[in-house]
């Protein structure tokens, strides 16, 4: 082999093992990415499921000097919920599938302040509502590769096992 074939042969295998690194380190890259949103959007509907407000009986209309503190605990647990959506939105990839069930989520959470503001007394009716336009946005997200479904408000009232 003369001079100029070893310099040949030398830059092909440097570029091509620059190739194979930089596509390793963007599979790699990409994985972790898509590990990280399964994690963000596990341990949503973790929280969710947790969620006591979620876990709803039969509705019925409120005596509201009986149960307006219960109103009130409510509404506090469904801005927490805005916010664990909104910190699982920021643990994204871009162009998630996600983006759309997160909003979705978050606009029934307003629509039920708003309804619970104009008519309190309704409030269990409007949380019976949320809760099922939660859910089948969580049986949504369940369908992603990675993410385990899991119903709002179910464990909440989980007992201990001996």
Known sequence: MDFWEQIAI?????VAG?????LSSWFAGRSQAHSKEAAALNGLLLDLSLKRALSVG???IADLQATAADLGRCKESVLDTRGLLRDAR??????SGAF???????GACNLFLHKANVKPEKYQFYLSDLQSQLDKEADSLGKF???????PGDSAYLTAKN
């Open 10 to 14: 030398g830059f092909i295998g440097t």
């Open 58 to 60: 039969t509705p019925r």
């Open 145 to 151: 590769k990675r993410v385990t479904y899991q119903r």
């Open 18 to 22: 620059a190739a194979v690194a930089l």
């Open 90 to 95: 920021l643990q994204l990839r871009p162009n």
């Open 100 to 106: 759309d069930h997160l909003a979705r989520m978050a």
